[in-house]
């Protein structure tokens, strides 16, 4: 019998109501210790708490109680809706840690029980998480995609036909006369499995869209010492996050701020100058540049009248010349530039916040949906894919029937049908505790 854990749903700290959340075989006995009699199901009730050995008053608050299986996790379970003063707060959970039966649920435990118990597939449980986590209006629906069922659907689509096709070969196997089994695949047969396998391709050539937007679309700031990177940076986000100094080299780590820009995610990277350097620190610096580069979705090169210099070798990612500090007069010689800025004087600022919105949505494309948005999706359909490709005109019938079974097996990790436990570990473990 599993145990019965607690935790703190809500946001830690001070605020209005604090929520609770209980579930387990012993949450009825223990919501009777705390406030003596069991509310009716699934209806708000006013209850005083108390503690269950001394008596003491804790708190007057909403109780909410959940018979199984018509709950989150599918347990027994309740929650507590209390002030949200910390010594409130504290004394309800020191409470509950004292009765019989319960202890501190671990982080995503809330949710990986409701896995377990039929209530979430893995991708429901991602897009949960995923929903947690979002800072913006393109990955709050994402997530929404995800979690309500936008992929499962679909892997489970493949996986259908793939089943269809496997009972087709496994009968021609068990049920025709000996003499009469076939030795290898008819063509017929690999050209449904083709057609299969070139949907389940175009899927994966999204160009990494899902993971793009979870993460942010990424613009690094690049160029020579003294280019006017971190005046930029402080420009674009209205706020002093980068030094700014006359001195060349004085930026020597990444700096990174995320910026929600027309709805999108967008992570601005402040990066050391490019220039050949004697100092270690200062080499380092660069090294961590040209690596964060070569990860970015576009790189602004900045060029400035005082500090001119010829773009640096960089990795093959999109890149826009940027004129900097145009307050200062014209570069003579260089690239073509896309814009010029001053941001001493804020001109051209929200000519480039716009370029870079731009990217963005013709790089993300939010407003069409997205059906794999995790490095975990993809590994499962490429392994899929693999299986299907396998399978050619001639390929020993026995053969082909394995092929199209692991197939199967690899879309179903995807809903968790299957699926190792450092696998869902890893899911879970991104979930707060109260999750």
Known sequence: MPDTIFALASGAGLGAIAVIRVSGPDADASLLALCGALPAPRRASLRKIRHPQSGLLLDEALVLRFPGPASFTGEDGFELHIHGGRAVTAGVLSALGDCVGLRPAEAGEFARRAFLNGKLDLTEAEGLADLIEANTSAQRDQALALSGGLLRAQAQAWRSAILTLQAQV?????????????????????????????????????????????????????????????????????????????????????????????????????????????????????????????????????????????????????????????????????????????????????????????????????????????????????????????????????????????????????????????????IFSRFCIGK
Do not use: C
């Not at 000996?178 to 695949?185: A, L, R, S, T």
């Not at 299907?388 to 019938?397: D, N, S, V």
């Open 170 to 426: 496994e009968a021609d196997i068990d049920f025709s006369d000996e003499g009469d089994v076939p030795v290898d695949v008819a063509a017929g047969l690999v050209d449904q499995i083709a057609v299969l396998a070139e949907a389940m391709s175009a899927a994966l050539a999204d160009g990494r869209r899902g993971e793009i937007l979870r993460r942010g679309f990424t613009v690094v700031l690049a160029g020579a010492p003294n280019a006017g990177k971190s005046s930029l940076m402080n420009a674009l986000v209205r706020r002093d996050v980068a030094i700014v100094s006359a001195i060349p080299g004085t930026t020597r780590d990444l700096i990174e701020v995320s910026l929600d820009l027309d709805g999108l995610p967008v992570t601005l990277v402040d990066t050391a100058g490019i220039r050949e350097a004697a100092d270690e620190i200062e080499l380092e610096g660069v090294r961590r540049t040209r690596a964060r580069a070569a990860e970015a979705d576009l790189v602004l090169w900045l060029m400035a009248p005082d500090h001119p210099a010829p773009p640096a070798a960089l990795p093959e990612t999109p890149l826009v010349y940027i004129h900097s500090k145009s307050d200062l007069g014209p570069i003579e010689s260089g690239p073509e530039r896309t814009l010029s800025l001053s941001a001493r004087t804020g001109a051209g600022i929200e000519a480039l916040l716009g370029l870079i919105s731009e990217r963005a949505h013709a790089s993300l494309r939010p407003q069409e949906p997205v059906l794999m948005s995790h490095e975990r999706h993809r590994v499962a359909a490429r392994s899929a894919i693999a299986s299907l490709g396998r399978i050619r005109p001639g390929i020993a019938i026995e053969v082909a029937a394995e092929e199209l079974r692991l197939a199967a097996r690899a879309l179903a990790s995807i809903i968790g049908l299957v699926g190792p436990e450092d696998v869902l570990g890893e």
